[in-house]
């Protein structure tokens, strides 16, 4: 199964803060990769896929890049409602379809 | 719009088979462009996918749990259900189901369940 690490782990941020998020594949997985946003006690909610297409409805200050095996997500002016746990997940080599460990944005 | 429901009892004993079913409303599972899947997530822990159906019964499964997992699909009631054997205190999760197209491009999930909290314990 191909391995995908997030880091960091967890954070601090200030609201209006630029905040880039980073995740690594163990192999190369051109850019099958989705991120999703995870609030308490709610579902994941996806963000962008394709490595850097957002998802519909998703404010444009989210942005992805990367292919191969590395990838980041940039939340470009940090607003309270993004304060979350994020996941990478790629969808190249399955099953299984596997996801990051998380990132929790926590504010400062 | 597309919405998925879980259910199913939120405890069951060590050793039991744990059932959950999600029902689809808004769209038919049966549409043939989609992929139904179960995915985990231990409390403070991160996501783990399951297993995953399409809607000719066709499965596939996450190899850590192939020999324990079996996912069937109703297309008569909109339903897939999951039923996981021999379960530990390790399997306690809120279980989500997830929808994602069957394109190879597009295997993200799109639509998520709301999650249903299953704890195992005698």
């Known amino acids: 199964a191909i391995r995908m690490t997030q880091s960091p782990s967890s954070f601090s941020a200030s609201t209006g803060d630029r905040v880039t998020i980073t995740c690594r594949a163990s192999?190369?997985?051109?850019?099958?990769l989705a991120w999703y946003q995870q609030k308490p006690g709610k579902a994941p909610k996806l963000l962008i896929y394709?490595?850097?297409t957002l998802q519909s409805g998703v404010p444009s200050r989210f942005s992805g890049s990367g292919s191969g095996t590395d990838f980041t997500l940039t939340i470009s002016c940090l607003q309270s409602e993004d304060f979350a746990t994020y996941y990478c997940q790629q969808y190249y080599s399955y099953p299984p379809y596997t996801f990051g460990q998380g990132t929790k944005l926590e504010i400062k | 719009q597309v919405q998925l429901q879980e259910s199913g009892p939120g405890l069951v004993k060590p050793s039991q088979t744990l059932s959950l079913t999600c029902t689809v409303s808004g769209g038919s599972i049966s549409s043939g462009s989609y992929y139904w899947s179960w995915i985990r997530q231990p409390a403070g822990k991160g996501l783990e996918w399951i297993g995953r159906?399409?809607?000719?019964?066709?499965?596939n499964y996450n190899p850590s749990l192939k020999s324990r997992v079996t996912i069937s699909v109703d297309t008569s009631k909109n339903q897939f259900s999951l039923k996981l054997s021999s379960v530990t205190a390790a399997d306690t999760a809120v279980y989500y189901c997830?929808?994602?197209?069957?394109?190879?491009?597009?295997?993200?999930?799109?639509?998520w369940g709301q999650g249903t909290l299953v704890t195992v314990s005698s």
């Open positions: 192999q190369g997985i051109s850019s099958y």
């Open positions: 394709a490595a850097s």
């Open positions: 159906i399409y809607t000719s019964g066709s499965t």
């Open positions: 997830a929808r994602n197209r069957i394109a190879a491009a597009a295997l993200y999930f799109d639509y």
